[in-house]
Every structure is written in structure tokens, then in C-alpha cells.
């Protein structure tokens, strides 16, 4: 593999977050600084396309400035670009990927696409460069939830995903139904704080199904169907605390429940967890005990690189950049995922 020194610069649009870091060859990180459209989205209780691109054309360029003084250097110093292509919403993805393509042509810098699954999943080795191969990871993230079977850096094979709704879409739907604000994942895990996990016993979906599946839609109609019912009997519904806590639960074990089962059908050493519902303490909380206790290493990386940033996006980068797996200018953005990285028994 060749040798790649130098600072990169990562650019991430995929969806409500504008962000920008520079990460050197090791994974120190320099800068990464982004803008949380959460304030813009939050009236209409989720992303509206439309506006996520335009805040992007808005804050990038200044961004931009901002991670290289943050990170004290000049443009000049920088030795790749990379850029998030996709999955995510097209017209986001565009104003990042024009933004990157334009900047590489006039600074002549080695450019490269990152799958945003594939940042996320660098997050990890961000966190802890040693963490040890082969490892499982979760990404869990308000649009994907998969089990990535991680035998390198950057190589990597789907050996588990959800069949319907993501994990974090279960939190944000969840959320709305019980009136809280976007995005619903913090808002049910601040409530949990208060309330009891054994007050109502939600279903677990696919939880003693051998395979790597999950599916939340269930979850959550079981949800509505338990503030409907309790609401239509004049009482006897539990107080919002224990519902959100309850509720949680049943995310965080069928989640931690195929992680674990996944780590020992593949005898990995380690597993980790990424994206934004990775953050939640709850879930942190589960995966580390039961890691511990099997002797498997675990790495959870700090909250800021498992909500969307660009350091995970530049991190993926300096993988591709090692491999000299370079974008044309012809570079395209995609929306959702291809079946090329899916472990086809599993597909069915
Ligand atoms: O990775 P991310 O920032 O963006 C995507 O790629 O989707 O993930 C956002 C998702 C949202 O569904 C949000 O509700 C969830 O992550 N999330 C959480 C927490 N923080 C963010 N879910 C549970 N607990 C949290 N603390
Ligand atoms: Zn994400």
C-alpha cells in the first residue's frame, strides 16, 4: 500500500449538517467544525430537502475558513480532498460535491468520494487507531442501520441490516408520537433519565431470529397502538418518562442483541458502534458491559464523531487516498446504497 503523508480536508453535505475538518495521515484531528441545520428543520419535524441544500451553499465556504484557521493552517498545506458522495439527499450531496470538485481543480489536490456509511465506520479507527481486526460494527443513524463486518481499514462487507425502519427513525418517530421535538433520539433518551425500561414490555423484533436482521416498524406501531388504546380507556397509560424509557429499551437490546450475535458468528475481535444513535448512553452503556464480559474489545467513539461530522469523512478519505483510489471530475452523487458490499445469503 503506498504511503500517503499530509493533511486532508473533509467536506460532508449528505444531510442537515454542513461540516468541514482537516485530519492528518495518523488521525490526529486538526479541525472539524460544522453547522447543525436542527433549528431550520425542527418546525416541520424532520429534514426538508430544500432547505437543507441551500443552508449548505450558505455556510461552506465559511466553514471551510473556519477549519483551516481552526486547524492554524493555509490552504496551500493541504495534500488531498475528500468529499461525501453518498447515500444521502441528492441536492445536499451536490452542493458539497460541487464545492469539492471546484476546490481540487483550483488547488490541483488529490480528490476522493467517500461513502458516508464508510465514514462513519473510519469513525471508529479515529477513535482508536488499534482497534483490533476482524471487528463488527453497528451503524446505527437516523437513515441506516447495518452490521459491518470490518476486516481492514476501509474494507469492509454488510452482514446485517434492517429490513424497514433505521434505529434512529424508531427514535424520531417514536418521538413524534410522543409529541417531542427533532431529533427524537436526545429528546427520548433525556426523558428515559427519568423513567423505568420495565414499565411497559415492548416488543423485541427479530430479537431470537438467527439471522442479522433487524426491523423497527413493528416497534413502532406497537407504540402507537399503546397510546392509543391507553388513551381511548381514560387512563392506565404509563407516564411519558417510563413509555419513552420503555421504548428505548426495546431499541437498545435488539440492537446490542445482533451485535453480539453477529461478533460471535464471525469470531470477531472487537466491535464498535457508530453513527448518531451511538450516542445515546443507554445503548453505550449495554455494548460496553457486554463487551467486558465476553473479552471482545470495544470502541465508542466520543458523541462528536458519531453524529455526522467530516473528520470521519476525511479519516475514510486518507483510506482511499492510501489506496490511490482517486474521483474523476465526472464524479457522481447517489441517494441510496448499491448491493455490491451486501452479503448476498443474507440478501435472500
Ligand atoms: O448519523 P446521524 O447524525 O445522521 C445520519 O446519518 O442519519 O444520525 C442521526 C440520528 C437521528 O435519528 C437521531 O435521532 C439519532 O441519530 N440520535 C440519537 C441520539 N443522538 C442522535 N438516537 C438515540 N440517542 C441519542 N442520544
Ligand atoms: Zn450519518
Known amino acids: 500500500m503506498k504511503m500517503f503523508q499530509g493533511l486532508v480536508l473533509g467536506i460532508e453535505t449528505s444531510c442537515d449538517e454542513t461540516a468541514v475538518a482537516v485530519v492528518d495521515e495518523t488521525g490526529r484531528i486538526l479541525a472539524n467544525v460544522l453547522d447543525s441545520q436542527v433549528d431550520v428543520h425542527a418546525r416541520y419535524g424532520g429534514v426538508v430537502p430544500e432547505l437543507a441544500s441551500r443552508r449548505h451553499m450558505e455556510c461552506l465556504e ?58 462513519h465506520l473510519a469513525s471508529a479507527w479515529l477513535a482508536d487507531p488499534d482497534f483490533p481486526f476482524p471487528a463488527l460494527v453497528l451503524i446505527a443513524s437516523g437513515g ?16 446485517g441490516w434492517t429490513i424497514d425502519d433505521a434505529a434512529g427513525e424508531a427514535f424520531d418517530k417514536g418521538a413524534k408520537m410522543l409529541g417531542l421535538p ?20 415492548f ?13 423497527f416498524s413493528g416497534l413502532k406501531t ?5 397510546l392509543r388504546d391507553t388513551s381511548r380507556n381514560g387512563g392506565g397509560q404509563a407516564s411519558r418518562e417510563d413509555i419513552a ?51 471482545l474489545s470495544v470502541v465508542l467513539p466520543p ?25 474523476t471530475w465526472d464524479m457522481e452523487v447517489f441517494s441510496t446504497l448499491q ?6 445469503s443474507q440478501v435472500g
Open 182 to 201: 427533532y431529533p427524537g433520539g436526545p429528546a427520548i433518551e433525556t426523558l428515559s433519565l427519568e423513567g423505568s425500561s420495565k414499565a411497559i414490555a
Open 303 to 327: 458523541r462528536s464523531l458519531c453524529t455526522d461530522n467530516a473528520a470521519m469523512i476525511a479519516a475514510a478519505g486518507i483510506q482511499k487516498l492510501r489506496k490511490s483510489e482517486l474521483a
Open 245 to 295: 424509557a420503555s421504548y428505548q429499551e426495546a431499541i437498545v437490546d435488539v440492537l446490542c442483541e445482533k451485535l453480539f450475535r453477529g461478533a460471535s458468528q464471525y469470531s470477531t475481535c472487537g466491535v464498535s458502534v457508530v453513527g448518531g444513535v451511538a450516542a445515546n448512553s443507554r445503548l453505550r452503556e449495554k455494548v460496553f458491559d457486554r463487551a467486558q464480559a465476553q473479552g
Open 144 to 159: 441506516h442501520t447495518h452490521l459491518a463486518l470490518v476486516s481492514e481499514p476501509g474494507t469492509y462487507q454488510f452482514v
Open 339 to 344: 448491493w455490491k458490499n451486501f452479503l448476498r
Open 62 to 119: 465559511n466553514l471551510t475558513k473556519e477549519a483551516l484557521k481552526q486547524a492554524q493552517i493555509s490552504i496551500s498545506q493541504l495534500k488531498g480532498l475528500a468529499v461525501t458522495n453518498g447515500p444521502g439527499l441528492v441536492g445536499a450531496l451536490i452542493v458539497g460535491v460541487n464545492f469539492g470538485k471546484s476546490m481540487a481543480y483550483a488547488r490541483r489536490l488529490p480528490l476522493v468520494a467517500v461513502n458516508h456509511l464508510e465514514g
Open 222 to 226: 406497537a407504540l402507537l397502538y399503546y
Open 203 to 215: 416488543p423485541r423484533p427479530n430479537f431470537h431470529s438467527q439471522d442479522l436482521l433487524f426491523s
